[in-house]
Antibody
Framework: EVQLVESGGGLVQPGGSLRLSCAAS????????MNWVRQAPGKGLEWISY????????YYADSVKGRFTISRDNGKNSLYLQMDSLRAEDTALYYC??????????????????WGQGTTVTVSS | QSVLTQPPSVSGAPGQRVTISCTGS?????????VHWYQQLPGTAPKLLIY???NRPSGVPDRFSGSRSATSASLAITGLQAEDEADYYC???????????FGTGTQVTV
C-alpha cells in the first residue's frame, strides 16, 4: 500500500524550531518529487515547499522562505521539514504529498496524488 | 490570500449537477499551467480528484470531470450524492510567485 506518515509536530514557543518527518512506503520514494502543504485551523490549503527526487531543486513559498528547509534521505525513504524562527501564523496541520503528473512533466505541471494524514504544529507561548 | 478564486459554497439536490469555478490570471492558469482538483472530506487529508486539467485517477467516479479555458477552470459533479459533501480545491502553478497555488476552496452541500 502506498503510504505517507508524518511525525514530529507539537507545541513550540514563538521563535523556536521543529523538525517534521514524513516516512514513505509502498512506492519507489527516490523516483518522486515531494511537497509539504499546510492547512491552518479552519482555513484552506497552502503549498509551502517542494524538493525534486534527486534533491537538485528546492522551492519555497514566500511565507516560509529563509526560515524553513526541506530535505530528504532516499536511503531512508524519508522527507523532512526543518522549521526555524517559528511564528504564531505557522500554526497548522502539515501534510507531506507526493508530486504527480500524468506523463513526463516539468515541475510546473505537477499535482499531488498521495497525501499523509498530517501532523499538527502549534506555535504559542 | 490565494491567487485562485473559488466560490465559497455551492449546493445541489441529490442527482443534480453542480460546477465549481476556479478563476486565475495570466500568471497561472492563463499562462497554460495545468489545473488539478482535490476533494477534502471532513477531518481527512485531501484526495486528488482531477489531474492535469481533465484526467481522473483510477478509482475516481466519472461523475467528476474537469475543464480549463483562458484564465479559469471548472470542476463538474454530475449525479450529486450525499458522499460528495466536502471541500474542493483547485491547484496550479504561478510564475509570479514561483510556486504552486491552491484555490480558496469551495464547500459542497448536498
Amino acid at each position: 500500500e502506498v503510504q505517507l506518515v508524518e511525525s514530529g509536530g507539537g507545541l513550540v514557543q514563538p521563535g523556536g524550531s521543529l523538525r517534521l518527518s514524513c516516512a514513505a512506503s509502498g512506492f519507489i520514494f527516490s523516483s518522486y518529487s515531494m511537497n509539504w502543504v499546510r492547512q491552518a485551523p479552519g482555513k484552506g490549503l497552502e503549498w509551502i515547499s517542494y524538493i525534486s527526487s534527486d534533491r537538485s531543486m528546492r522551492y519555497y513559498a514566500d511565507s516560509v522562505k529563509g526560515r524553513f528547509t526541506i530535505s530528504r534521505d532516499n536511503g531512508k525513504n524519508s522527507l523532512y521539514l526543518q522549521m526555524d524562527s517559528l511564528r504564531a501564523e505557522d500554526t497548522a496541520l502539515y501534510y507531506c504529498a507526493r508530486a504527480y503528473c500524468g506523463g513526463d512533466c516539468h515541475y510546473y505541471y505537477y499535482g499531488m496524488d498521495v497525501w499523509g494524514q498530517g501532523t499538527t504544529v502549534t506555535v504559542s507561548s | 490570500q490565494s491567487v485562485l478564486t473559488q466560490p465559497p459554497s455551492v449546493s445541489g439536490a441529490p442527482g443534480q449537477r453542480v460546477t465549481i469555478s476556479c478563476t486565475g490570471s495570466s500568471s497561472n492558469i492563463g499562462a497554460g499551467f495545468d489545473v488539478h482538483w482535490y476533494q477534502q472530506l471532513p477531518g481527512t487529508a485531501p484526495k486528488l480528484l482531477i489531474y492535469n486539467n481533465n484526467n481522473r485517477p483510477s478509482g475516481v467516479p466519472d461523475r467528476f470531470s474537469g475543464s480549463r479555458s483562458a484564465t479559469s477552470a471548472s470542476l463538474a459533479i454530475t449525479g450529486l450524492q450525499a458522499e460528495d459533501e466536502a471541500d474542493y480545491y483547485c491547484q496550479s502553478y504561478d510564475s509570479s510567485l514561483s510556486g504552486y497555488v491552491f484555490g480558496t476552496g469551495t464547500q459542497v452541500t448536498v
